[in-house]
């Protein structure tokens, strides 16, 4: 049996290297270029989204801690109510829709009603948090 020339073997270590440093290269540029195409993005809608689904929770997690008075509801239910203010300003391409606009308009209504008679135990807060995914989901059965 015959050894292959030391040389060859040498080469081949030479390119397996070459062939690495470009596959580190290639897959170092590809996160650069995904991370400068996703710092392009508008982050503002699904933040929007993101907040409201937060205070939704926050109230959910306010039953089934049984603190359900005004002071514990009411900055989460402001909170929302603000947020939805931003809805139209959130999604420009929808807000000439209206449809969009009336479930904007419908849930900024219901968090309106919630701000104004504030549910006073834990009953009520679950039926207000449940008005309001409502308007949400009717809203996302529509638009998402």
């Given at each position: 049996?015959?050894?292959?020339?030391?040389?060859?073997?040498?080469?081949?270590?030479?390119?397996?290297?070459?062939?690495?440093?470009?596959?580190?290269?290639?897959?170092?540029?590809?996160?650069?270029?995904?991370?400068?195409?996703?710092?392009?993005?508008?982050?503002?809608?699904?933040?929007?989204?993101?907040?409201?689904?937060?205070?939704?929770?926050?109230?959910?997690?306010?039953?089934?801690?049984?603190?359900?008075?005004?002071?514990?509801?009411?900055?989460?239910?402001?909170?929302?109510?603000?947020?939805?203010?931003?809805?139209?300003?959130?999604?420009?391409?929808?807000?000439?829709?209206?449809?969009?606009?009336?479930?904007?308009?419908?849930?900024r209504a219901r968090l309106d009603?919630?701000?104004?008679?504030?549910?006073?135990?834990?009953?009520?807060?679950?039926?207000?948090?449940?008005?309001?995914?409502d308007a949400c989901k009717a809203?996302?059965?529509?638009?998402?």
């Amino acid at each position: 049996m015959s050894t292959p020339p030391s040389g060859s073997r040498s080469n081949a270590t030479k390119y397996l290297f070459l062939f690495l440093v470009g596959l580190v290269i290639g897959v170092v540029a590809t996160v650069m270029a995904v991370r400068a195409i996703q710092a392009r993005k508008d982050h503002f809608p699904e933040s929007v989204m993101h907040v409201q689904q937060w205070h939704l929770g926050q109230l959910k997690r306010k039953v089934e801690q049984n603190r359900c008075a005004a002071t514990d509801i009411l900055p989460n239910l402001k909170a929302l109510r603000t947020m939805a203010d931003d809805l139209e300003s959130a999604f420009p391409d929808l807000a000439d829709d209206k449809r969009f606009a009336d479930h904007a308009s419908h849930l900024r209504a219901r968090l309106d009603s919630a701000l104004a008679s504030p549910p006073l135990n834990c009953a009520g807060v679950g039926t207000t948090n449940k008005d309001i995914g409502d308007a949400c989901k009717a809203c996302h059965q529509d638009f998402r």
